[in-house]
């Protein structure tokens, strides 16, 4: 195993995420909310990761029927973890007008099998009461980049 | 075959969609950039549906390489549009703050071998030069509602 994947892996295990410096705000809150998603999530703590979206949000997963609102969000993840020992999200694009904004990226997950996956995604955010909360977050397989 | 389920199959034929009254100028221009999608992919013109994109818009779709700016856009429907012969848009819910909106949805499809399915989509547009066009696409496979 070469040290890059012995690293990678380490990332992954631990949900490290290295620390971009924006200074776009709206940025530095959906990195703040991906690290507090990570961290929540791999500490097993399905409300806490329900309570990092809005009340009516939706997570689409693929083939699972749409979980809306946190008690169901709460129980998609819940189940989610049990599968996943590692989970890292890759940030491409941050957009923003006012109270809402959309990221994309990459996340990297590794299944409690070992195995590892990765799915592109769409989050939509929305500022609530002053906080940035993921309102709709949708993901596929497939490469990861165009060719 | 139930009359409901001719009239359903013509609909999926035609891309035929209801003509909805909203009074709300964004949701009038997404259903106008739905339609507007909808008779420039069956007619088989893969440059007008990619011109409903930004310059920068992103269409990923599952197993495929995210597709990026007008011309992968319309390279990517143009292969789709061989392989699907009905097309029908559900929008369940439009936001928007500014220049920025989303869109999530149904997606109804009929193959080109005769095949129904669907997909759950969630749609980031962006008012660019006073239009509304698609700007994020991602779509996956699964249950279309909540059971």
């Not at 995420?17 to 929540?40: I, L, M, S, T």
């Not at 993840?77 to 989970?87: F, I, P």
Request: net charge neutral.
């Amino acid at each position: 195993m070469s040290r890059f994947a012995v690293a990678s892996l380490a990332c992954l295990l631990l949900g490290v995420q290295a620390a971009p410096v924006h200074g776009d705000a709206v940025r530095d809150a959906v990195d703040a909310g991906n690290a507090a998603f990570v961290k929540a999530f791999l500490a097993g703590d399905a409300k806490a990761v329900s309570e990092l979206y809005t009340e009516d949000g939706v997570v689409m997963a693929p083939g699972a029927a749409p979980a809306r609102g946190r008690a169901a969000i709460a129980a998609f993840w819940g189940g989610a973890m049990k599968e996943t020992r590692g989970v890292r999200l890759e940030t491409a694009t941050v957009e923003s007008h006012g109270d809402l904004a959309f990221e994309d990226g990459v996340v990297h997950l590794l299944g409690s099998d070992g195995r590892e996956s990765s799915a592109r995604y769409v989050v939509v955010w929305k500022r609530t009461g002053g906080r940035w909360l993921m309102h709709r977050d949708i993901w596929n397989a497939g490469p990861a980049a165009a060719p």
